[in-house]
Antibody, heavy 121, light 110 residues
Framework: QITLKESGPTLVRPTQTLTLTCTFS??????????VGWIRQPPGKALEWLAV???????LYSPSLKSRLTITKDTSKNQVVLTMTNMDPVDTATYFC?????????????WGQGLLVTVSS | QSALTQPASVSGSPGQSITISCTGT?????????VSWYQQYPGKAPKLMIY???NRPSGISNRFSGSKSGNTASLTISGLQAEDEADYYC??????????FGGGTKLTVL
């Protein structure tokens, strides 16, 4: 069974850095073609793709957020970490991680349950 | 990268068929077979319904089908059921190697 779960702070102050961890099981990020991505969803709004990391450590970011995002992986812990700097109230959202494949680039399946992060002073 | 364009809402009666469109550009939908569709219930994580334009994951009903023509992809749900009432999102790969989602469509089963 493949599972992913997001963890991290649920409340962040403006200007702080957010660090989110995606812990997964049932697959390995050392396997060819496997990727893990981050997607967020502000309350009542649409999904927004943030970043992806590939099995070979290639990384890609949303052009609009690229300067603020960093994605890394720890294959020994089966974890992917996303950091987002200079948080703002508009970054309040549920943050999801999901598995995908380089052979099927938008096939996010499955998804984690999501973590609601609120940015407020 | 602009979001893909979806109708805000669609509706249909049980048993009917509905189609949700997803319009992009030649830089995303028009250039690749990598278009996916997701179903999302309130407060839940999205669920993959269609990938690579017209492929269904294991366990997804054959009432769900996908297609693409030019810069527009479509999700068709036939034999509409009450349980299909949810939000639906499309996603595409882009020429910048990034991914983009649509604005979402709320499906109401009348």
């Amino acid at each position: 069974q493949i599972t992913l779960k997001e963890s991290g702070p649920t409340l962040v102050r403006p200007t702080q850095t957010l660090t989110l961890t995606c812990t997964f099981s049932g697959f390995s990020l050392t396997t060819s073609e496997v990727t893990v991505g981050w997607i967020r969803q502000p309350p009542g709004k649409a999904l927004e793709w943030l970043a992806v990391i590939y099995w070979d450590d290639d990384k890609l970011y949303s052009p609009s957020l690229k300067s603020r995002l960093t994605i890394t992986k720890d294959t020994s812990k089966n974890q992917v970490v996303l950091t987002m700097t200079n948080m703002d109230p508009v970054d309040t959202a549920t943050y999801f991680c999901a598995r995908s494949f380089s052979s099927s680039l938008t096939r996010f399946d499955p998804w984690g349950q999501g973590l609601l992060v609120t940015v407020s002073s | 990268q602009s979001a893909l364009t979806q109708p805000a809402s669609v509706s249909g009666s049980p048993g009917q068929s509905i189609t949700i469109s997803c319009t992009g550009t030649s830089s995303d939908v028009g250039s690749y077979k990598y278009v996916s569709w997701y179903q999302q219930y309130p407060g839940k994580a999205p669920k993959l319904m269609i990938y690579d334009v017209n492929n269904r994951p294991s366990g997804i009903s054959n009432r769900f089908s996908g297609s693409k023509s030019g810069n527009t992809a479509s999700l068709t749900i036939s034999g509409l059921q009450a349980e299909d009432e949810a939000d639906y999102y499309c996603s595409s790969y882009t020429t910048s190697s990034t991914r983009v989602f649509g604005g979402g469509t709320k499906l109401t089963v009348l």
